[in-house]
């Protein structure tokens, strides 16, 4: 079954500062996906990535997929409150035969310090 | 565009009750997942449902059973209720493609 590791569990950054969480995939995908969550809500899509080496931004996030499509990051530039929340990491397997469930790492949370 | 939605928003029930959760598909979807999350985890994959079908299933046992209708909406019925069934339950749908998936707002269920 697909595994994936996120890293780290939890962080805290002051506002403006910088921020990266890691997915990490035991096999290759065919499809990687992040959502934010607040805390006991719904998932909120932020973005798709399937191609080797495909980075996607939205507002002052961005996301990359490495060329062995095994390993993304979640980038967050100058956060702010509004970027606190669970992120998850969500992948298809490559292969699917017949496999079209999403597995999801355990998340990452963000806490922004004013 | 309503997107996906699921009722009811909390639930509680006690050990051995059964349970009925629902959820309505974005419009354009025909395939519908369930998923369970407990505190603290990543949610975990239950089945899947498409053409009115089970096509997938995950790690569950036979007391979580599932329905979808002509109009893609879909039900999640859980028997015999236990302790550790209390967590956040989710449905996504998505195009029959594998394309991106649209989780609802999810439904707590407490077992007392």
């Known amino acids: 079954s697909q595994e994936l590791e996120q890293s780290p569990q939890s962080l805290i950054v002051q506002e403006g500062k910088n921020l990266t969480i890691n997915c990490t995939s035991s096999k290759t995908l065919y499809g990687l996906y992040w959502y934010k969550q607040k805390y006991g809500e719904g998932l909120i899509f932020l973005m798709m990535?399937?191609?080797?080496?495909e980075e996607k931004s939205h507002e002052k996030i961005t996301a990359k997929l490495d060329e062995k499509k095994q390993q993304s990051s979640l980038h967050i530039t100058a956060s702010q409150p509004s970027h606190a929340g669970i992120y998850l990491c969500g992948a298809l397997p490559h292969r699917p035969n017949n496999d079209y469930k999403l597995s999801f790492g355990a998340g990452t949370t963000v806490t922004v310090r004013a | 565009d309503a997107g996906v939605t699921q009722s009811p928003t909390h639930l509680i029930k006690t050990r051995g009750q059964q349970v009925t959760l629902r959820c309505s598909p974005k419009s354009g979807h025909d395939t519908v997942s369930w998923y369970q999350q407990a505190l603290g985890q990543g949610p975990q994959f239950i089945f899947q449902?498409?053409?009115?079908?089970?096509?997938q299933r995950g790690n569950f046992p036979d007391r979580f059973s599932g329905h979808q209708f002509p109009n893609y909406s879909s039900e999640l019925n859980v028997n015999a209720l236990l302790l550790g069934d209390s967590a956040l339950y989710l449905c996504a749908s998505s195009p029959l493609d594998r394309g991106q998936a649209f989780f609802g707002p999810g439904t707590r269920l407490t077992v007392l």
């Open positions: 449902y498409y053409e009115e079908e089970e096509r």
């Open positions: 990535l399937q191609k080797g080496g």
